[in-house]
């Protein structure tokens, strides 16, 4: 009878590297296979910027069908980091005290080629929804200015760029692989709009570990290798912050406009404030700013409590000069409808929040009609 080790290689033999036409084992793609008694399996999977991202499901899957595996770990590592430091030199012998010897200067290395912007007009106006930092409700109203398009007729697509948190599964309802038809995958759909996610790729509690190169490659592979059609306009729910996807996103295509979301409080301000000079140093046209969780509506009296402080927002605004595209009130609801996937745009059409999130799409059309007049 075969060893557990054995059917793993077995299966693994059977996952093909569409850029190589050869096996993961054969590519040398797999490191560093740990078992345990008890069935657990963890792994290395050694993933280039040039690889297809969805082969770290397919290794996945396929050691989880060998019989004798209860649970299996992949640790994706880009190649480039994973190569052995060159051997040391050999030092002279020693003869006695010396001065040091100056080595003769290195050949200056040439800098790195950075990427061309590649332009994608099936994709339409393509809009960027970034926060300086977690927490704000940047995701949420990503999706709802998303359904909030297509409810006045835009067709529309969405990209979950936020390769750490891939909440858009959840937050509209969708979460099976997609399809995949002559050699370009389908985005799933959900109440019109078409998305595409990192979620749908990898198991709910795999670990996104990927930086660099890596992330330059997903967002890469979801702009071109997805059967989008023809949309008017292109929501990508970046990760918060200022990092990897961000320059990503701006080095693989042209960004028509961005968005930043924050709360009222000065923390938040703050750090969306780097989220603006970012994008206005990569020179993408700031669209304005959006306050999420302006106040909540005391049920008995109807009056606007400012849970989280007042005025953040505008401030952000008047200190960028940038428009305040709108302000958001709180509402339970807004998060309800975020976990079981109808958010509040289609779910509660008429609710406060609602009818903030149709103004600021209305809003958001205006500017890029203003810079993009057809």
Same mark, same amino acid.
């Given at each position: 009878?075969? /060893? ?13 590297? $569409? ?61 480039? +980091? ?10 002279? $012998? ?21 990427? +061309? ?51 858009? $599964? ?35 509690? +795999? ?38 996807? +961000? ?51 005391? #049920? ?39 976990? /079981? ?7 509660? #059409? ?25």
């Amino acid at each position: 009878m075969s /060893t557990l080790q054995e059917r793993i290689s077995h299966a693994l033999s059977g996952v093909q590297n $569409p850029r190589t036409g050869t096996s993961v084992l054969a590519a040398e793609m797999v490191r560093d296979i740990a078992l345990t008694v008890e069935g657990r399996v963890r792994l290395t999977l050694l993933l280039g910027a040039a690889d297809d991202a969805t082969l770290v499901r397919a290794v996945r899957q396929a050691i989880e069908h060998v019989e004798g595996v209860a649970d299996v770990r992949v640790d994706v590592r880009d190649p480039a +980091q994973s190569a052995a430091p060159p051997p040391p030199k050999p030092s002279a $012998p020693a003869t006695g005290r010396s001065l040091p010897v100056m080595e003769a200067a290195p050949a200056p290395r040439k800098p790195p080629a950075v990427p +061309q912007p590649v332009g994608y007009p099936n994709l339409g106006r393509i809009i960027a929804v970034s926060s300086g930092k977690g927490g704000v409700g940047k995701s949420t109203v990503a999706v709802n200015l998303a359904l909030a398009l297509v409810a006045v007729g835009h067709r529309v697509g969405i990209m979950d760029a936020d390769i750490y948190g891939p909440n858009l $599964p959840l937050m509209l309802g969708v979460d099976h692989a997609p399809a995949v038809i002559d050699d370009k995958m389908v985005p799933l759909e959900a109440h019109g709009l078409k998305i595409m996610s990192l979620g749908f790729l990898i198991e709910k509690d +795999q670990p996104a570990i990927w930086r660099g190169p890596i992330v330059m490659k997903l967002i890469t592979q979801f702009l071109r290798d997805v059967n989008w059609g023809v949309l008017d306009y292109f929501l990508v729910d970046m990760p918060p912050g200022t990092g990897d996807a +961000q320059l990503s996103l701006v080095q693989a295509t042209n960004v028509h406009g961005a968005i930043i979301v924050t709360t009222p409080q000065q923390v938040a301000v703050g750090d969306a404030l780097r989220g603006v000079k970012m994008f206005e140093r990569t020179n993408v046209p700031m669209l304005g700013i959006v306050e999420n969780m302006s106040w909540f509506e005391n #049920p008995e009296t109807g009056k606007p409590i400012a849970i989280f402080g007042s005025g953040g927002g505008a401030r952000l605004a008047a200190d960028t000069n940038l428009p305040l595209l709108g302000q958001i009130p709180l509402d339970p609801r807004v998060q309800e409808g975020g976990d /079981t996937g109808r958010p509040i745009v289609v779910a509660e #059409p008429s609710s406060a929040a609602a009818k903030a999130l149709v103004k600021i799409a209305a809003r958001v059309v205006e500017r890029m009609n203003e810079r993009y007049p057809a």
